[in-house]
């Protein structure tokens, strides 16, 4: 990883703040907490290479490419190293936590639930199930929690379909994982 002192520190993370979701705008790569770290190393040619690693929200995940691709560009534009690699890491997984609350913010405003965070050391899931799905969420539009769940598969893998019963929209909510 790059050291705490180095100053391109700071304008990377600023640089990929700037990247938005390619499928939710208002929030941004580093508000979604997909970006695993970065690091700059000797490329073997005399000069450097920075990796940037990317973790992806589900594999298989629709945006992941375009992602990947917004981050490379959007580094080798800083011209802060010869090389950008920006490389999917699974070492890590993400996990619905790693939305800071900057992001937590900018879905509820943009009009989805964000996931209720994972408690450390609660139960795991049910055997036999992939995912538990929460019954009840508020709803981003109202606050109103008189909400119920629709549909568990959403547009994409990590949301779900619920409606609101006093405010009468539906809405997605991100999956906790």
Known sequence: MVAAADPRQAVIWAALDEIPDPEIPAISVVELGVIGGFSFEP???????????????????????????????????????????????????????RISPEGREKLRASGFAPPAPILVGAPSVPDGELLTMASVVTCPYCGSRNTTLENPFGPTLCRAIYHCANCRQPFEQFKAV
Do not use: K, Y
């Open 43 to 97: 490329n073997g040619q005399g000069g450097e290479r920075l990796t940037v690693d990317l973790l992806p929200t589900f594999v298989g995940c629709p945006a992941i490419d375009m992602m990947r691709h917004q981050v490379g560009e959007r580094l080798r534009g800083l011209q802060l190293a010869d090389e950008v690699d920006v490389r999917l890491s699974f070492v890590v997984p993400w996990t619905s936590d």
